[in-house]
């Protein structure tokens, strides 16, 4: 590690230190490192396969029967076959299980993760908001109850929600899609309640976790950015390290509690 990085590193643990409410938003680039592409950016799926229309939930919305064929009968994006086969494949690196011992620590106080994978509630971290669902789930579109999918690949549609008729679709957030209101008020409460926020691997574009940033700085609170490369943050930010998501939380880690 370069010398400046190096400094601003003993920057960052003086700060988690000296706060007693510490939390971590996790992005897509949390996930590389477990072989699981992001959408943007130079070895996003996007660069591969095209940036897709953001329409998905108005189209589930338009037509939820021929929504579920299309699922059914493959013929959705390429480029989300991409990612759920290596989804599927995927298991949690060193950086996840070093999250969930910050949080057996009490260093850190709760996470929010973009990520869809499931890698964070299988490291074992347990004050988790999933704020763009579970590829493991389902949920009503009336109520926000979520239920387990049990097999991977699906064959019929989801029957109506059993608590409220609600339609039933995957967890996992549309493009278009609001976020349940439920899971949105914890990520704000979660937010309001933090002095030090450590971003990691998300490029802070996508809304609306992305707004609670900035609101975020308005109220005073220090921002870290960990990110291999620049990010919108980077106004904000307090301390920024260029640096993967795993290298960073195995230093970190080494660092806080020798
Ligand atoms: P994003 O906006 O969170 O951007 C990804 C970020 O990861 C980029 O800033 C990139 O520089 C950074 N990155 C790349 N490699 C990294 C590494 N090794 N360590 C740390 N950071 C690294 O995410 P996106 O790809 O634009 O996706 C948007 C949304 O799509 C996500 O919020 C999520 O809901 C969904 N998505 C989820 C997964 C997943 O569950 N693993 C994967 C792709 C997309
Ligand atoms: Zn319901």
């Not at 989804?87 to 990520?115: C, M, R, W, Y």
């Not at 990691?200 to 900035?214: D, K, N």
Request: proline content about 4%; some cysteine; overall charge positive.
């Amino acid at each position: 590690m370069e010398k400046f990085q190096k400094n601003n590193l003993k920057k960052i643990i003086e700060l988690l230190n000296s706060s007693d409410n510490n939390i971590i938003v996790l992005g897509a680039g949390m996930s590389v490192e477990s072989g699981i592409p992001t959408f943007r950016g130079e070895n996003g799926l996007w660069k591969k396969y095209g940036t897709p229309k953001m329409d998905s939930y108005k189209k589930f919305l338009n037509n939820p029967e021929e929504w579920w064929n299309n699922e059914i009968n493959m013929k959705m994006d390429k480029y989300i076959y991409e990612l759920r086969h290596k989804i599927n494949v995927a298991k949690p690196h060193d950086g996840h299980f070093i999250i969930s011992k910050l949080e057996k620590l009490g260093i850190i106080k709760g996470v929010i993760t973009q990520n869809i994978d499931n890698l964070d509630h299988k490291a074992g971290i347990k004050n988790l908001i999933e704020i763009h669902g579970n590829r493991t789930k389902f949920r009503c579109i009336e109520c926000e109850k979520t239920f387990d999918r049990n097999e991977i690949i699906i064959k019929k549609p989801p029957k109506n929600c059993l608590n409220c008729n609600g339609i039933v679709k995957f967890d996992t957030v549309m493009f278009g899609e609001p976020i349940p209101k439920t899971k949105l008020d914890k990520a704000k409460q979660l937010f309001n309640q933090s002095k030090v926020i450590l971003a990691i691997g998300t490029s802070a574009t996508v809304r609306p976790i992305s707004g609670l940033f900035w609101i975020a700085e308005k109220e005073g609170k220090k921002i870290i950015d960990i990110n291999p490369n620049e990010t919108n943050l980077k106004e904000i930010s307090t301390h920024n390290l260029k640096i993967n998501a795993k290298r960073f939380l195995e230093i970190l880690e080494k660092e806080i509690t020798k």
